[in-house]
C-alpha cells in the first residue's frame, strides 16, 4: 500500500496531479483546497511531499490514490468518511473548505456551512453532525494553509497571516484571488521576518508605493 509519496508534477489535473515519483507516474486526486495551493504555489521543477490514503474496494477495484499535505488532515479526511453515504471519492470533492472550519461546523452544529460544501446537501449535513459532532475537537487548530515545496517553506504561522490578508484583498480591496495570493507570496519572500498580517500588509504596500 502506499503512503507517502515524494516528487515533481508531471501534468495538473482539474482534480489532482500526475506526480512523478522514483521514475513513476502517479495520479494523485487532491481535495479543490488542495488543488489551487498547489497550482498557485507549485511549477514542475518543485518537490512536494504527500502524505496518500490508498482506495480500492470491490466496487472501486481501480485504485485510487488521495493526497494530503499532512498526517492530520489525512486523519481528518478518514474520520469524515466514517458519515454513512460519504465515500472517499465524495469526502474529497466536498473538502472545499480547510479541515478546520468543517471540524468547527460539526461542532457548532452548523448545519447552513456544511450545505455549503460541494455535493453536500441538508440530510447529509444532518448525519454529518450526528455522527461525527464531539469526535473532531482535536482537529480545530488545523492549518491548511501550508504546502510543503522545498523552494517556499512556510511556516503554519506565516500561512495563517498569509490566509488572512488574502481575504482582506480580494473582499475589501478588490483584487482578484491570483494577485492576491502573488502579493502574499512575494512579501513573505522578500521578508522572512513578518510575524503578523499588519506586517503584511506594510511590506505588500510598501512595495507598491
Known amino acids: 500500500m502506499i503512503g507517502y509519496l515524494e516528487g515533481t508534477i508531471l501534468h495538473f489535473e482539474s482534480d489532482g496531479i500526475l506526480l512523478l515519483a522514483g521514475n513513476i507516474g502517479y495520479e494523485v486526486l487532491l481535495n479543490p483546497q488542495m488543488v489551487e495551493k498547489v497550482m ?17 474496494t470491490e466496487r472501486q477495484p481501480k485504485p485510487v ?8 488532515e489525512k486523519e481528518f479526511f478518514q474520520t469524515f468518511i466514517t458519515v454513512d453515504a460519504i465515500g472517499p471519492m465524495k469526502a474529497v470533492k466536498a473538502m472545499t473548505r480547510p479541515s478546520s472550519e468543517i471540524a468547527m461546523a460539526i461542532e457548532k452544529k452548523d448545519v447552513a456551512f456544511l450545505t455549503g460544501l460541494s455535493g453536500i446537501g441538508k440530510r447529509t449535513a444532518e448525519k454529518i453532525i450526528a455522527t461525527l459532532h464531539g469526535k473532531v475537537e482535536k ?42 495570493k502573488r502579493l502574499v507570496k512575494e512579501a513573505f519572500e522578500r521578508n522572512s521576518t513578518i510575524s503578523t498580517p499588519e506586517d503584511l500588509f506594510d511590506e505588500i504596500f510598501q512595495e507598491k508605493r
Open 139 to 180: 482537529f480545530l487548530t488545523l492549518s491548511s494553509n501550508k504546502i510543503e515545496i522545498d523552494t517556499i517553506p512556510l511556516s503554519v504561522e506565516m500561512g495563517n497571516i498569509g490566509l488572512q490578508v488574502e481575504d482582506v484583498l480580494v473582499e475589501q480591496l478588490g483584487h482578484s484571488h491570483s494577485s492576491a
Open 40 to 56: 498557485s504555489k507549485a511549477s514542475s521543477k518543485e518537490v512536494i511531499s504527500l502524505y496518500i490514503y490508498y482506495h480500492l
Open 65 to 72: 490514490l488521495i493526497g494530503f499535505e499532512t498526517l492530520e
